[in-house]
Structures are given as structure tokens and as C-alpha cells.
């Protein structure tokens, strides 16, 4: 990988290594069990298990959220990876999305197209087991500004795909919202990073940073995050005045972000 590469903790600040989050909703005794069952099938071909995600930020919300595994194995071959498929089928039996694989090489040489990935992984991590490989990364930042606009840009394309097969249907207006919402948020930090600013951990402090730097209407951002976390119920607010609110600051924010390299371009009126 070309380019200068820099440390991730220079962006995002410290990493969680080792620290448990306060939140009792995470299934711990799953993560153990997923541990445990991983080194027995693995065995030597195993690295590294690391939790991260929002069960290692601390926005864990068991209604909405998964316990994302990472596993570092040395050899990643077709019949390696069959030797531990139980274990995967297993988690998947718990309700949780499979592990991500990658042997050291594979992740060392990644950084460069999962910026944004990594730069929260290094962040907020949990070693379960072995090396800490995740808190070695040096995260080339020079293409973080494209993924960041490509994510927001293509998860915009299919919200509104989404939104138009729901029609009128309010409930699954609000329902698409609230889905969307935790990668909107963390979009939104990133797009802070981009943008050249320290970006604060927790979402509604970036979506408020942001809101200021950029300059969109935050309100409805906050209330459907407020409807994620169960402090509200989306269902007593009009669901098109507050989509058409959202969608806004979700285009505000892309606009910002395409601009940083592009100053020069003109654009449409």
C-alpha cells in the first residue's frame, strides 16, 4: 500500500483495549462461549479474537444492535476455515451476524479501503483473546474522504429505494429511519474527520458538531435517534415531516464532504 500512513489514535483518540462496557445487555457469557468454542475448533491457526463495534463503544442497544467478532487466523484456506463452522453456525443460532476472517497479512494490507472500519476498530476494541492486532494498524488516511462520501451516498440511494416501496406506509417510514439512523450517525463522525475536526465519540455530540460545521436542521436526526434508543416513540411525530427533514441533512452533509477536494467544480442550481 502506497502513501503516508498515519495512527489511527491521532484521529480518534485512545483505544478501548481490554475495557468492558457497562452495559449489561451484552450477551458476555455468549462472547465467552464463542471464545472458548473458536480456540478448541481452531487451535493453533488462531491469532486473535477481538470484539468490536458498538458492544465495545458502549452504544450496545439490544433491540438494534449485533456483537461483531473478529478472528485473525493464520491460514484461511478453504478447508481451515470448514474445521470451524460449527462455531460459526453456532453464533449464527445466537442471532448474531458471523465473524469477520482475515489472516494478519490480509488485515495489515486492508487499511487502505476499510478506513473507515478500521479507524473505529482501533478505537473501540476488545482483545477476547491473543494478540492485539488491531491496536498496531496504521490507518492511511489519504482515501478516507472518498469512502466516506461513497457511504453516505449509496446508503442514501437505498434508503429512498427503500422509502419508495414503503409508499404511505408510515410505520415502515419510521421503521427505515431508525434502521438507518446508527450509520448515518457514524457517517456523520466520520465525515467530521474528513472534514478535518476531532470528532466526538458519542453520536449526538457529532450529529450536533456536525450540524454546526455543515449547518442542517438537527432535530430530526436526534428525534429518530431518540426513537432508536427507546426515549421516544416516532409514532406520535408526523413521519413524512421528519423524513423530509432527514433525508435533507443526510444530502447537506454529502454535499460537504464531495466539496473538500472539489472546491472548484461548479455546481447545478
Given at each position: 500500500?502506497?502513501?503516508?500512513?498515519?495512527?489511527?489514535?491521532?484521529?480518534?483518540?485512545?483505544?478501548?483495549?481490554?475495557?468492558?462496557?457497562?452495559?449489561?445487555?451484552?450477551?458476555?457469557?455468549?462472547?465467552?462461549?464463542?471464545?472458548e468454542?473458536?480456540?478448541?475448533?481452531?487451535?493453533?491457526?488462531?491469532?486473535?479474537?477481538?470484539?468490536y463495534?458498538?458492544?465495545?463503544?458502549?452504544?450496545?442497544?439490544?433491540?438494534?444492535?449485533?456483537?461483531?467478532?473478529?478472528?485473525?487466523?493464520?491460514?484461511?484456506?478453504?478447508?481451515?476455515?470448514?474445521?470451524?463452522?460449527?462455531?460459526?453456525?453456532?453464533?449464527d443460532?445466537?442471532?448474531?451476524?458471523?465473524?469477520?476472517f482475515?489472516?494478519?497479512e490480509?488485515?495489515?494490507?486492508?487499511?487502505?479501503?476499510?478506513?473507515?472500519?478500521?479507524?473505529?476498530?482501533?478505537?473501540?476494541?476488545?482483545?477476547?483473546?491473543?494478540?492485539?492486532?488491531?491496536?498496531?494498524?496504521?490507518?492511511?488516511?489519504?482515501?478516507?474522504?472518498?469512502?466516506?462520501?461513497?457511504?453516505?451516498?449509496?446508503k442514501?440511494?437505498?434508503?429512498?429505494?427503500?422509502?419508495?416501496?414503503?409508499?404511505?406506509?408510515?410505520?415502515?417510514?419510521?421503521?427505515?429511519?431508525?434502521?438507518?439512523?446508527?450509520?448515518?450517525?457514524?457517517?456523520?463522525r466520520?465525515?467530521?474527520?474528513?472534514?478535518?475536526?476531532?470528532?466526538?465519540?458519542?453520536?449526538?455530540?457529532?450529529?450536533?458538531?456536525?450540524?454546526?460545521?455543515?449547518?442542517?436542521?438537527?432535530?430530526?436526526?436526534?428525534?429518530?435517534?431518540?426513537?432508536?434508543?427507546?426515549?421516544?416513540?416516532?409514532?406520535?411525530?408526523?413521519?413524512?415531516?421528519?423524513?423530509s427533514?432527514?433525508?435533507?441533512?443526510?444530502?447537506?452533509?454529502?454535499?460537504?464532504?464531495?466539496?473538500i477536494?472539489?472546491?472548484?467544480?461548479?455546481?447545478?442550481?
Amino acid at each position: 500500500m502506497g502513501g503516508s500512513a498515519v495512527a489511527v489514535r491521532a484521529v480518534a483518540g485512545q483505544a478501548a483495549v481490554g475495557s468492558r462496557s457497562e452495559n449489561a445487555m451484552i450477551p458476555e457469557d455468549k462472547i465467552k462461549q464463542f471464545v472458548e468454542k473458536m480456540r478448541a475448533a481452531a487451535g493453533a491457526n488462531l491469532e486473535s479474537v477481538i470484539l468490536y463495534g458498538s458492544a465495545a463503544s458502549g452504544d450496545y442497544n439490544p433491540a438494534f444492535s449485533n456483537v461483531n467478532l473478529f478472528c485473525v487466523l493464520r491460514d484461511t484456506s478453504y478447508a481451515k476455515l470448514r474445521s470451524v463452522a460449527s462455531v460459526v453456525q453456532w453464533w449464527d443460532r445466537q442471532k448474531q451476524p458471523p465473524p469477520l476472517f482475515m489472516t494478519r497479512e490480509e488485515l495489515e494490507r486492508s487499511t487502505d479501503v476499510f478506513t473507515i472500519e478500521f479507524v473505529d476498530m482501533v478505537r473501540h476494541h476488545r482483545v477476547l483473546w491473543g494478540d492485539n492486532l488491531i491496536g498496531k494498524l496504521q490507518i492511511p488516511m489519504r482515501l478516507h474522504r472518498l469512502q466516506v462520501e461513497y457511504e453516505l451516498r449509496e446508503k442514501l440511494i437505498l434508503l429512498r429505494q427503500h422509502l419508495l416501496l414503503a409508499g404511505d406506509n408510515e410505520y415502515r417510514m419510521r421503521e427505515l429511519m431508525v434502521r438507518s439512523v446508527a450509520s448515518f450517525a457514524t457517517l456523520f463522525r466520520h465525515a467530521l474527520i474528513a472534514l478535518g475536526e476531532s470528532a466526538p465519540a458519542a453520536r449526538r455530540d457529532a450529529v450536533a458538531q456536525l450540524a454546526s460545521r455543515v449547518g442542517f436542521d438537527r432535530s430530526a436526526v436526534d428525534e429518530v435517534l431518540d426513537a432508536r434508543e427507546n426515549k421516544a416513540k416516532l409514532k406520535k411525530f408526523n413521519a413524512a415531516e421528519i423524513l423530509s427533514a432527514y433525508l435533507e441533512a443526510v444530502e447537506k452533509v454529502i454535499s460537504a464532504v464531495d466539496r473538500i477536494a472539489k472546491p472548484d467544480i461548479p455546481r447545478h442550481s
